[in-house]
């Protein structure tokens, strides 16, 4: 267990790391440009990061997830998982520079055509790298991933502010991931030495189509939950009641999404190295969910206890509506926060259809929770997501312990300190607070 929780514990320490500077390198980019350009500019470049987005869903149908998660690995996966990367690469190439016209036409932003077409070129370059950079997750070396992740950003810094100052507009922004994810490319092909045969073997193919079409299932799937809400909110409630509603998710899904998915991109890799130890595995997940209450708990139950203030000091009285969605949505958050990690620990198992089918449950528990909530306005919406977030981490865990052979009284005893720890540690500023501010 001493090797597992080092290279776990490394791979957090230097993902996170990689993670959080081009964060920060991400923002003050984006800082600097919203002074320089137009809100019409960013349009564009959103409508651009779309068809990104659909791409890299499509990407390569899961294949580097299994290379990742088998036990034997052969060379002819690899070829083949690189040949279906870069077949995939270069047809949305092909698309984008298809497609680029159009959407610039129907949005009526010739800034559209550049960019798409720069972002298309930026993914097949991209899909050069999937079968390298997925093979040095599998071998735990996340300094080196994190390394290329940190240059490879600092380039696109530095690439892009040369071009904006000297009147490139946007399209900057295009050139500097460009030439960012051919440096990315070039040193991930220098951290893992592996060159592509042109053999193709069938059955090599089916071994990792089957692990694969359910990764890449759960990724449609995981799509479509996340923007499906905002859809239906927007059609049903307003764009009102979406800006509150999208203010207050940002918030509560920081822990999830800042948190909780660098520790699932370790995990993966790590989980499958010792699939075969089910005792291993539990006290891993036991661990991690006692870590990640740790974390979370604190962060989604202080702000419950601080939302009235913590809005009208951050974003102004115009805001206060968001207060009681916003507390609300902190328990769903907080759920949702201890959810994350279990797809890691199911495709390393070697059970991704049992996450896809969690996947699918999620999305069509989303929608209801949507529409039967959104008689009741965003408070309404906010306790139906609560109780959506709770059946299915019920699900998932349970699905997940009879696999591993866990207890929910286990489960629950993990998490119960930091529950406990977090309402005592609120109650005494809060209160202090209360007494000494007004609440109006």
């Known amino acids: 267990m001493i090797d597992f929780r080092r290279n776990v514990s490394l791979g957090v320490r230097w993902l996170g790391i990689g993670h959080f500077f081009n964060y920060f390198i991400q923002f003050i980019l984006y800082a600097i440009l919203a002074r320089l350009l137009s809100p019409k500019d960013f349009g564009a470049l959103g409508v651009a990061f779309s068809f990104y987005n659909i791409a890299f869903i499509f990407g390569e149908l899961g294949f580097s997830s299994a290379l990742v998660q088998r036990k034997e690995l052969r060379d002819i996966h690899k070829t083949i998982t690189f040949w279906i990367s870069f077949s995939f690469g270069l047809v949305f190439l092909l698309v984008g520079i298809s497609l680029s016209s159009f959407l610039a036409s129907?949005?009526?932003?010739?800034?559209?055509?550049?960019?798409?077409?720069?972002?298309?070129?930026?993914?097949?370059i991209n899909?050069?790298?999937?079968?390298?950079?997925?093979?040095?997750?599998?071998?735990?070396f996340f300094k080196k991933v994190s390394l290329?992740?940190?240059?490879?950003?600092?380039v696109s810094l530095v690439t892009t502010l040369i071009l904006v100052f000297r009147g490139w507009g946007i399209i900057s922004l295009g050139w500097g991931y460009l030439l960012a994810s051919f440096l990315r490319v070039v040193l991930l092909w220098v951290n893992y030495r592996f060159l592509p045969t042109l053999e193709i073997n069938w059955e090599a193919f089916l071994e990792l189509f089957y692990f694969g079409r359910n990764i890449f299932g759960f990724r449609v799937i995981s799509y479509l939950s996340g923007n499906i809400d905002i859809f239906l909110i927007a059609k049903l409630l307003g764009q009102k009641t979406l800006g509150y509603y999208s203010l207050a998710l940002s918030l509560v899904n920081i822990p999830r999404q800042k948190i909780s998915f660098i520790v699932s991109q370790v995990m993966f890799p790590a989980l499958?190295?010792?699939?075969?130890n089910l005792s291993e595995i539990r006290n891993a997940y036991y661990k991690l969910i006692r870590y990640a209450s740790a974390i979370n708990f604190p962060l989604m139950i202080g702000l419950i206890f601080i939302a009235p203030y913590f809005?009208?000091?951050?974003?102004?009285?115009?805001?206060?509506?968001?207060v009681i969605p916003l507390q609300i949505l902190c328990i769903y958050g907080l759920i949702f926060s201890l959810s994350t990690f279990i797809g890691s620990f199911l495709n390393a198992l070697g059970y991704p259809n049992y996450s896809f089918r969690i996947g699918i449950f999620s999305f069509l528990s989303l929608i209801l929770a949507i529409g039967v909530g959104c008689r009741f306005g965003l408070i309404g919406i906010s306790v139906g997501l609560v109780v959506y977030s709770l059946f299915v981490n019920i699900l998932a865990n349970t699905v997940l312990f009879r696999i591993i052979r866990g207890r929910f009284a286990s489960y629950l005893k993990e998490i119960s300190p930091a529950f406990f720890g977090s309402v005592v540690m609120s109650l005494g500023p809060v209160s202090y607070t209360h007494l000494t501010l007004p609440t109006n």
Not at 107 to 118: E, G, Q, R, T
């Open 106 to 124: 129907f949005f009526k932003n010739p800034l559209i055509k550049p960019l798409v077409l720069l972002l298309s070129f930026n993914f097949f």
């Open 127 to 140: 899909s050069l790298g999937v079968v390298h950079l997925s093979l040095l997750k599998r071998d735990l």
């Open 148 to 154: 290329v992740e940190i240059f490879s950003g600092i």
């Open 272 to 276: 499958s190295k010792i699939q075969d």
């Open 311 to 322: 809005v009208k000091v951050i974003y102004s009285p115009k805001w206060e509506a968001m």
